[in-house]
């Protein structure tokens, strides 16, 4: 039987709007209460639910919609916790899921609620389908909804990969951090994340002499850590290519609206290698492309000092460094030090992230994806993409799980850039476009021939 969109896309405003109104700000997370509403939803359906309990009022939801086995399960993953907001600067309540002038507002309505509530809808229909025996499926069809995501994940996938790891077995997932963005005049392009940085903490601590603040010192720490961070902040790491970025930007110098920066991205690419250092120098002027073409680093804090008339024996600053599949931040430390020239200044490395392999673009899974967005429109260019933040995808992708990011709601920059900003909010015409887009890649991935 078709699937009538119009009650899918109510439904699922419906749901979206309830998983707004549980107020799961992390830190704490308190994701329970949301949770066990996702278990009343898909039990309701009789569906094959687990609520599992990481923490006390955290929580994990896994469900399970069973194939016939001929070939291995795909994962719908999303996360249930969202990050802080400053409630006087919201035009509405950002736990209230208000639906005005074409956008259902609320923290979470992009990230990461709304592929949430998509998911729950995708898992509804192809139950609803199942048994009317319209779909059969080939795979099962794993819907996992985790904690604290915004903080790491030591309370979510990463408690979830260490402790049900059978539970969460799966050939392919599809999870947030890609994008649908609508550029220039009305294009729009689908970035699939099969790769994202890895991200690491580097302090920098500089040395020197104390005394009072009425006698200055040119070498005191704090004037050495100044000087440091002056050379670091004019430092760039050296551009790296893997092939998920020469394929995004092959695929965008085809589309790009900026004549300048399309031609970058066609000579970044391309065989001429005497055009590279200029298209490399206009990319890297527009920090997003910046952030993609090399590893990122980021001051993020600075400690110095005990009183306000002491000049102190040591200051420090924290980056956080940003690297590219392959690239080790041993190596960009030693560069770090090399760049800063000062042996009372050390840099060190005090927490390591973890690396993942990336993804295949060439998976049948990037082709289900690639296909459904095809045949809602033939006009949407379809490119592989690293992503320069983090996501559960990374336990996924340790674990041998093909993992690939997708927000799949078409946005303009303005609307994308309310992530974790105020007003979040995602248009209702493109939450429409969103079920209709994971619930085809899922049927086209999962789904066998009736017999």
């Known amino acids: 039987m078709p699937v009538d969109w119009t009650s899918a896309k109510a439904e699922t405003v419906a749901h979206l709007q309830a998983l707004i109104r549980f107020d799961t700000t992390n830190p704490p997370g308190n994701e329970l209460p949301l949770a066990e509403y996702l278990v009343r939803v898909l039990e309701a359906e009789a569906i094959e639910t687990k609520l599992l309990i990481p923490a006390e009022s955290r929580a994990a939801v896994v469900a399970r919609l069973r194939g016939n086995g001929q070939r291995r399960p795909v994962m719908l993953l999303a996360h249930m ?38 998911n729950l809808m995708t898992m509804l229909l192809l139950r609803r389908a199942m048994l009317d025996g319209s779909v059969a499926l080939a795979r099962d069809v794993i819907f996992v909804a985790t904690s604290d995501e915004e903080t790491g994940g030591a309370s979510g996938m ?54 009072h603040a009425a006698i200055p010192l040119d070498a005191s720490a704090i004037f050495r850590l100044g000087r440091a961070l002056a050379k670091i902040g004019d430092y760039r790491e050296p551009v790296t290519l893997t092939d998920t970025t020469r394929r995004f930007f092959d695929a965008l110098s085809r589309l790009w609206p900026d004549s300048q920066q399309r ?97 295949d ?3 049948p899974m990037f082709e289900a994806i690639a296909s459904a967005v095809k045949a809602l429109d033939a006009s949407i260019t379809v490119a592989p993409y690293m992503s320069t933040g983090t996501t559960d995808s990374v336990h996924l992708r340790r674990a041998g799980v093909q993992a690939y990011g997708i927000l799949p709601f078409p946005m303009v920059p303005g609307d994308e850039e309310r992530m974790h900003g105020h007003d979040e909010r995602v248009p209702l015409d493109s939450l429409h476009f969103g079920i209709r887009l994971i619930h085809d890649s899922i049927v086209r991935i999962a789904t066998a021939p009736l017999e």
């Open 263 to 359: 031609m970058a991205m066609a000579e970044l690419v391309g065989s001429d290698t005497s055009r590279r250092a200029g298209a490399e120098n206009v990319l890297s002027r527009v920090p997003v492309f910046n952030a993609v073409v090399r590893n990122g680093i980021s001051a993020t804090r600075v400690a110095g000092g005990v009183a306000g008339n002491v000049i102190p024996a040591e200051a420090s600053a924290t980056l956080n460094v940003r690297t590219i599949p392959g690239e080790m931040i041993a190596d960009v430390a030693k560069r770090l030090r090399e760049c800063v020239g000062d042996p009372d200044v050390s840099i060190e490395v005090t927490a390591e992230g973890g690396e993942a392999p990336a993804s």
């Open 361 to 363: 673009p060439d998976s």
């Open 158 to 211: 990463g408690w979830l990969a260490r402790e049900h790891s059978d539970l969460i077995d799966a050939e392919f997932a599809v999870n947030e951090g890609g994008r649908i963005r609508i550029i220039g005049d009305g294009q729009r392009y689908i970035a699939i994340q099969t790769a994202e940085k890895i991200s690491h903490m580097v302090a920098v601590t500089a040395r020197g002499p104390a005394g």
């Open 81 to 118: 916790d969202v990050v802080g907001v400053e409630r006087e600067k919201w035009s509405c309540d950002p736990f209230g899921g208000v639906v005005k002038d074409g956008y259902l507002y609320g923290r979470g309505a992009i990230d990461d609620k709304g592929m949430l509530a998509v």
